[in-house]
């Protein structure tokens, strides 16, 4: 009994720091997706170990409760016979099929008095994995001046991808409340797939045990000094989207003539072969052709060095790094004067295109 009042207690500190960390404030939201028994281990749609997401959703509802802010519960709630199922067309066993039991709330998830419900999916050809696909989710959350919506639940590469884009869409703010999600990963890197582009179009992510990291809004020129990088490299940081900074970065690339020869997704890449969850992470061969003709003559084997390697890559906070690889570096590996000079020339105008960012 003792022991139950002490966690109590401990719990609610928990719950209260939790509030502070995500820095709740009016304009906040929480939108839990697809909770329900079907979704869970045992269920006929089972996510792996969605169960272990319950107890942080509970500290997640309790804190948005406390501070009295909108709480949304999404389900799915399909009529027997809905199109996603096997027997009719789809490729899924059939779940939360309305008034079933498979469809009813995991057992142990604390659902506070003031949570609104939103169903959907609700008609036999209606499919939706975005919550804001055929609800009203997005007009209830502009009369309630929603600015900025967390997520949490089940499954991070259908459910919660779907919203999360919808939702950049609308113009919200999102933080994925990384420890309260799980996905199915059916083929290996489907999930770190699903977070990176939820990343890309510019949701952030909160994990309690990094501290806070919940700046979803957008602002750009954080830091835009160049600073160097080891002794091969500089770059900047800057809070933008992912896919708009590669944008910005290939514009500045040509406007000062060079070309982008090479692009490699990094991310996609070892997220298909180890099924490893790395950040958005691309490569870029920068290349000017007239003066990669130069260097080339000057000394043929210098290909091996080419192209000039720009790197954009997000870090857990939503910081974007662009870092490129220093020219001057060439110099201190070849005795050529004049690979020394197209190295110098190369340097200043990737100076300047990252400036110009
Ligand atoms: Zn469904």
């Known amino acids: 009994m003792q022991h139950n009042a002490v966690t109590g207690i401990a719990r609610v500190r928990a719950r209260r720091s939790l509030g502070k960390e995500l820095a709740l404030q009016s304009g906040d939201a929480l939108l839990v997706v697809d909770m329900q028994r079907d979704f869970l281990p045992g269920g006929s ?19 948005f409760d406390e501070r009295e802010l909108p709480i949304f519960l999404s389900r799915d709630w399909h009529p027997a016979g809905h199109l996603s199922f096997k027997r ?52 209830i959350l502009k009369t309630a001046h929603v600015q900025r919506l967390f997520v949490a639940g089940v ?62 809004r957008v602002v750009p020129g954080s830091r835009r000094v160049i600073h160097p990088i080891e002794r091969y490299g500089f770059g900047i940081q800057l809070t933008l989207p992912f896919a708009e900074a590669v944008a910005r970065v290939v514009q500045a690339l040509q406007d000062e003539g060079f070309g982008v020869v090479s692009d490699i997704d990094v991310a996609a890449t070892l997220g298909s072969k180890l099924g490893v969850h790395v950040w958005p992470y691309r490569i870029l061969g920068a290349c000017d052709p007239t003066l990669a003709h130069r260097a080339i003559e000057a000394q043929p084997s210098i290909g091996m060095l080419l192209p000039c390697n720009v790197v954009v890559r997000q870090d857990e906070r939503a910081v974007v790094h662009i870092e490129a690889m220093d020219p001057g570096v060439l110099s201190k590996l070849t005795e050529q004067t004049e690979i020394a000079k197209i190295a110098r020339e190369v340097r200043r105008r990737l100076r300047k295109a990252i400036h110009r960012i």
């Not at 998830?109 to 975005?130: G, H």
């Not at 919550?131 to 009203?136: E, L, N, R």
């Open 155 to 216: 499954a991070i590469e259908y459910g919660i991808h779907g919203s999360v884009l919808s939702a950049r869409d609308h113009g919200l703010d999102v933080v994925v409340l990384l420890d309260a999600v799980r996905g199915v990963n059916r083929e290996r890197g489907d999930e770190s797939r699903a977070l990176r582009e939820m990343m890309e179009c510019g949701a952030t992510f909160f994990e309690p045990k990094h501290g806070p990291m919940t700046h979803a």
């Open 88 to 139: 009719y067309g789809g490729n899924l066993p059939a779940h939360c099929v309305q008034e079933t039991s498979g469809a009813e709330w995991a057992e142990d998830l604390q659902i506070p008095s003031s949570a609104r419900v939103i169903s959907k999916a609700s008609e036999r050809d209606q499919s939706a994995y975005s919550v804001f696909d055929g609800t009203p989710l997005h007009v």
């Open 45 to 63: 749609c089972a996510v792996p170990r969605a169960d272990e997401i319950i107890a942080p959703i509970n500290d997640y509802l309790a804190a």
